[in-house]
């Protein structure tokens, strides 16, 4: 059986630039062995010279939001195939907990592909950015969402926005341990699912 997914939740601040996404820099920071998948808080300004899609690459593009909540990822002995399929999964479990916590914006919270989207009456603000990419010894996954978006280059929106007067110092550590919490359990689910079942001859 695959190994468990281990997860945590960083209580200190840490700012994304992307360099981060780099094999073992889990491991570097946090003592972590193996397939892991952490979150925290921190600012975000990522060039484009350090963006991974060569779409927005190609097209100059950056990132960049005041605050927002990491999830980076690594994951050994899976194809970048199952890592976009992670990723997708990761998105839609952030989706439903922000659905279960923040109710009275179910109807408006919008997943296209990896990417979570606030729908207003006459456009779209964008909640969150993701990407997935393979190194030289495994599967790299960084998914982010807004706390403070400003400073984005698109049009943007944050936790803060939504929270209608919660604490962003509560909300965010409850927010993050559900969707880490989800994750997993979906990770030793399938993982179980690989050897449950008898081969079809």
Partial sequence: MRSP?????????????????????????????????????????????????????LGQDFIRAESMLHFLGEFFGV?????????????????????DLLPGWSGRLVRDGDDLFIDQIIDQKKLS????????????????????????????????????GQKESAFIPIFATKVLERIQAEWASVSRACVKIRPVV
């Fill in 79 to 99: 194809s970048l195939e199952s890592g976009v399929w992670l990723q997708r999964t990761l998105v839609g479990i952030a989706k439903d907990v922000l659905t």
């Fill in 5 to 57: 997914l281990q997860i945590r939740f960083l209580t200190e601040t840490q700012s994304y630039a992307g360099p981060e996404l780099s094999p073992h820099w889990i491991l570097g920071r946090t003592r972590i062995e193996g397939s892991a998948l952490i979150a925290f808080t921190g600012s975000c300004h990522v060039k484009t010279e350090h963006l991974v899609d060569w779409e927005d690459r």
């Fill in 129 to 164: 950015v993701s990407v997935v990419a393979p190194s030289i010894a495994s599967v790299l996954l960084h998914f982010a969402i807004n706390i403070d978006s400003a400073g984005a280059p698109v049009a943007a929106i944050g936790l803060k926005d939504l929270l209608n």
